[in-house]
Structure formats: structure tokens, C-alpha cells
């Protein structure tokens, strides 16, 4: 990706998306998320020699929500090597992403980590000999550490708000628990699962953030190079949920998004990228943010699945 070639592009694009008239309907069931203006658009990229270019609000901050699940999977896998795959699957689903049905379809294993019951599981996972407090302390050390940003921070408004009308993933919680597939106390479990949702971060963050999985990040490898793998493959077969086959047939390049309107988009050593637009297609991921990244993949030919 050559520098020159995608500061005018992301500028083509970030004018398009303004443009726009179908920006697709942010998320209403917390307040917090429902009173985001769907005018904003931002999308930000990090290349290797470790130039970034931005365009549009890629300074405020948004709620990062199921990106954060990236995160935890990788700290998790850290922890737990392949023993954590004893609780979640690696398998896309199509089923809406927090479906209880496929829990009790599956004995209790969720499909795989992205979808809400894999990450609850993945959260019980980083628990283990260890408190909430703490969990979520080595949480934000982990975003400060990949986005080299120290400001990173939970916002505790919209962790209490999804802690409240979080009704299904505490039915999620509560059904994980029955088949044994929760080691702690739904409300620890979850309480921690609600405020590593609440992470409030901004596009440039993001794409700073999402450089180890690129193999581009300036400290060297966070995690194991095996891990970076594995985490990139789930992102490309689930990333999107049940959207995912048709994210890898339009843009082809692992991401994953959250209801907040964000998606992390990694290109193994290339690039890290991440755009917000706080609109939602029906599957809840980002409608103008992926219509971005499908520009920008074809104007470049970065889909995984082109030929020269
Ligand atoms: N916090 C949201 C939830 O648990 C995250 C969902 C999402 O971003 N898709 O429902």
C-alpha cells in the first residue's frame, strides 16, 4: 500500500460517505448509543514504516463495543494457549450474534469468540486467579500498550447502561453457567464483560491498536505469531457474524466490528485500519463503515481473495 496513493482516496471516500443518504440506524438499546449522531464517519490507517493517515472525526471517541472482543481473545489465547478452545468453537454462525437458540443447540459451547456468548466465556476465561478489577486493569494496560496511547479508558455510563438492559446476555451468562461452561458468578462475569465493551477509544486509536495483528506494530510482536493467525482467521470467517460471508465477498480482508459503529481491519503485514460510522446494516454492523472499506479494497485490490 503506497502512501501518496491513499491519503487522496481516503479523502475521495470520507466525501462520498458525507454525502450519503442511507447511513443505516445506530443502535438504540442503551441511551448512550442512541443519541450518536449518524453524520459521523472517520476511518484512519496504519502502514508499517509507521505513517498514519486519517480523515473525518478520527479523533472522538466512540464506543469500540464487540471489537474489544478481538482483545480479549488475544490476551486469552495468551493465557490459555489451545486449552481456551475447549470452551468456544471456531466456526461462523448464522444465527444473530446473541442468539441464545445456538447455545442450547450447541450443549453450551458458543460457535466461536465473537459472537456475544463465545466472548462472555472468553472474559470468564481471563478471570481465572484473577478479579474483575484486575482483569479489566490488564485489559485497558493491553489497549494502552497496542494503541501506544495512555488515555485510553472505560466509560463506566455506558458499562452501567448495558449492565441494565443487558437482559440476553444474561440469559447468555446464565445458560453458559448451566452447562458448566462458566467457571465464575454471571454478574462478575458479565460486569466485566459490560465495561470491556464500554472501552471508549477513536478511530486513530483503533487503527494503532490493531497494528499487532498487522505484524506492524513498533514494540514488535505482543503476541505469539501463531495467535496473530488464529485471531485473523476468526475475524475473517466471524467477524461480521451472520454477515460475515457476504463482508469476505465484498471487502475480503479480516475486520471485526461492534454495535458502536466501528471496524478494526487488519491486512497481515500491511496495514491496520479503522473506520466508524455509527449507522448499522440489519446484521448491526457498520453500513457506511463497510461500504468504506469495500471502496477502499477494490480501488487497491486488497481483498485476500484477488489475483494481480
Ligand atoms: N455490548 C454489546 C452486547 O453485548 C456488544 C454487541 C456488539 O457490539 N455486537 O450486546
Redesign the pocket.
Known sequence: MKQDSIRPLLDQICTHMGNEQDRGAVASYIPELACIDPAHFAMSVCLPDGTQISVGDAKIEFSI??VSKVFTLAIALGRHGDHFWTRVGREPSTHV??SVQELEARDGIPPNPFV?AGAIATTDCLLVGATPKETLAEIVQFMRLAASDDAIFIDPDVASS?KET?HR?WALAHFLRSCGNLRHECELTLGTYFHH?ALAMTAEQLARAGRFLAGIHPAGNLIAPGHIRSINALMMTCGHYNGSGEFAYRVGIPAKS??GGGILAVLPNRASIAVWSPGLDRY?NSLLGTQALEILSQELCLSMFSVA
Do not use: W
Open positions: 463495543q464487540s450474534f446473541n456475544n448495558e443487558g446476555n465493551c461492534g454495535v448491526g
